[in-house]
């Protein structure tokens, strides 16, 4: 349930006591952590208790096998975002489990792999397909998570967008879904205030993921060294993507009793990319 106010004495960033449901809490096969499996893990380092869904089941147990060998408390759940009744399951899972949902971690997405393209060129079943993963199933997490936040006074939803959505950015649909996640972001966060529900999203730059990295290693026929270096040149901060656990720690901010006054923002978390101009 909600933390006791904030001090303003600072202190570690801690999550005792809370319950929180990482949705994409697995990750594709790749050789670096990928955003959903290092957020699981430092919420539950925190101290949180945490369901981890994914559509695979097996990359779900293995980040929960990760948190419990670690101490924390962690179950998995098989779940097709896609699918409404799978999004109230998963809920309904957090719930039943241990009687309350106080983080909603909203991290599935997909581009290249889905079949993403340049508007010109871009499939109609992939345009669907992209914003069912990317874009409807936040909005229906947030649909079945909400009324238990509101019933407890208190929630905190974190919604993973990227800088794609203001970027120049190549393929029409995660461009578009990402553009739409920041913009629901708000709307939520202004009509669920009065609960005491803070809503927040994130927007990653270039980051070192088996997503972002092994994808396009696939599609463009380009080795690790070739992609990563590609990457590396374009980010300010000393020419080198973030990590998973950049973002993962983005998101413990946000969702501690340290932010108790920040609602409704996006926070780039990019190196630095958004400071250029032209």
């Known amino acids: ?20 449901l990482l949705v994409g809490g697995g990750q594709t096969p790749g050789q670096t952590t990928g955003n959903g499996r290092a957020s699981a893990i430092t919420y539950a380092r925190a101290g949180a208790r945490v369901l981890v869904a ?53 991290n599935v997405g997909v581009s290249v792999a889905g079949g993403d393209a340049e508007i010109s060129e871009i499939e109609s079943d992939a345009f669907d397909s992209i914003m069912a993963i990317n874009l409807r199933s936040m909005v229906l997490a947030c649909k079945h998570a909400l009324p ?39 709307q939520v966060a202004l009509q669920n205030a009065p609960y005491g529900i803070r809503v927040n999203c994130i927007q990653p730059g270039l980051m070192n993921t088996p997503m972002a990295v092994d994808a396009r290693m696939d599609a463009w026929n380009m080795s690790r060294e070739e992609v990563v270096a590609m ?19 983005a998101a413990l901010f946000l969702v501690s009793d340290q932010a108790r006054f920040i609602t409704g923002v996006t926070l780039m978390v990019d190196g630095g990319a958004h400071c250029r101009i032209g």
């Open 231 to 249: 990457r590396d040149a374009k980010v300010p901060l000393g020419n080198r993507m973030g990590t998973a656990w950049d973002v993962a720690n």
């Open 54 to 106: 994914d559509r695979s089941r097996d990359a779900a147990e293995e980040t929960v096998r990760e948190i419990i060998g670690e101490g924390g408390e962690a179950v998995a759940f098989e779940a097709d975002v896609t699918k409404e009744q799978d999004i109230r399951a998963m809920i309904a899972a957090a719930t039943s489990t241990w009687g309350q949902l106080d983080i909603l971690h909203n």
């Open 1 to 20: 349930m909600a933390g006791t106010e904030a001090t303003g004495s600072g202190g570690a960033l801690r999550l005792d006591g809370r319950v929180a």
């Open 148 to 186: 238990v936040m509101r019933e407890q006074q208190a929630g905190n939803i974190i919604n993973i967008s990227s800088t794609a959505a203001h970027e120049t950015y190549p393929w029409v649909t995660y461009k578009a879904s990402k553009a739409g996640m920041k913009a629901v972001t708000e």
